[in-house]
């Protein structure tokens, strides 16, 4: 929550970010490390951006805010 209000999205963006992660983690239904999580996080904050904010959240920003430049890929 902190992120997306540091990034000043939408509150819509936060609550479908949060639902975004929620549905991919239902559905996958397996052992999620920490990496995991946050790389999840981060694709459902960019995905949820990317529909409800007017200026979407850049990946290049939300790679060195979140993920602070390591890319767990």
Do not use: Q, R, W
Request: aromatic share 6%; glycine share 2%; net charge negative.
């Amino acid at each position: 929550m902190k992120v997306l209000h540091a990034f000043e999205c939408e509150t819509e963006t936060i609550f479908l970010s949060v639902t975004i992660m929620d549905l991919f983690i239902n559905v996958v239904k397996t052992l999620i490390s920490k990496n995991d999580v946050l790389l999840i996080c981060s694709i459902s904050i960019y995905i949820a951006s990317k529909m409800e904010d007017v200026l979407p959240i850049n990946m290049k920003i939300l790679v060195e805010g979140i993920l602070h430049d390591k890319h767990p890929l």
